[in-house]
């Protein structure tokens, strides 16, 4: 049961364009939703997070919009570069829970 | 100085073998994952120990067994290895981070385990 769909697998933009990736959840419970970003052989790490009390966070050129409504949360990363390629992970938590549920990546290529 | 250390980085092995990987974090952390990551990226969790007592024990053959011999430790081994069990495993580490409002993990550099 995939609780966190993530879209699209793969992405290719060029150099300074505007990459967006998009998750949907259906569990109303989730009350914490962050973001990972993976360089190849490394682990995850943490890219930037919101709760659901809000509808925006920015920090530098990344961006989480969220619609609680839609259930539906995306990441917009703005004048992307070549080491922004990366796989992009979102996750949602369960409040009460401190173990995220991970969508499963996009992988964005950022063509110079 | 690494927060969040596994060893080792690659391990490649016969099928039936039994082998184990070491996580070391020098977070001061509570909290200790295992999570495996298939071919396809995508990230599972195994277990979390939280003060070295096992919280939580997802479905994973019990051929999958956690040691936490201190809180600053979790070791993962593996008895009777099968192809199946070919992927990247992470540990991580977390606490909860008032800049984000919840928890931040801390992840190692993976062991990728490579069965033959």
């Known amino acids: 049961q995939q609780q966190v769909k993530q879209s699209p697998q793969s992405l290719i933009v060029q150099k300074g364009g505007i990459s967006i990736i998009n998750c949907a959840y259906e569990?109303?419970?989730?009350?914490?939703f962050p973001w990972y970003q993976q360089f190849p052989g490394k682990g995850p790490a943490l890219l930037i997070a919101?709760?659901?009390?809000?509808s925006e966070k920015k920090e530098g050129r990344f961006t989480i919009s969220f619609n609680k409504s839609a259930k539906q949360f995306s990441l917009h990363i703005m004048d992307s570069q070549p080491g922004d390629s990366a796989t992009y992970f979102c996750?949602?938590?369960?409040?009460?829970?401190?173990?995220?549920?991970f969508g499963r990546g996009t992988s964005l290529i950022v063509h110079p | 100085d690494t927060a969040v250390s596994q060893t080792p980085k690659y391990l490649v092995t016969q099928m039936g073998n039994d082998k184990s990987i070491k996580c070391e974090q020098n977070?001061?952390?509570?909290?200790m994952y295992w999570y495996k990551q298939d071919s396809k990226k995508f990230l599972k969790i195994m277990f979390s120990?939280?003060?070295?007592?096992?919280?939580i024990n997802e479905t994973v053959p019990n051929r999958f067994s956690p040691k936490s011999p201190d809180k600053a430790h979790l070791n993962l081994h593996i008895n009777s290895l099968e192809l199946g069990d070919s992927a990247v495993y992470f540990c991580a580490s977390s606490q909860y981070s008032s800049g984000t409002g919840g928890e931040k993990l801390f992840f190692g550099s993976g062991t990728q385990l490579s069965v033959l």
């Open positions: 569990n109303t419970a989730f009350d914490y």
């Open positions: 996750a949602a938590k369960l409040g009460g829970s401190y173990i995220p549920t």
């Open positions: 120990y939280n003060n070295k007592e096992l919280i």
């Open positions: 977070l001061g952390h509570d909290t």
């Open positions: 919101i709760r659901p009390d809000v």
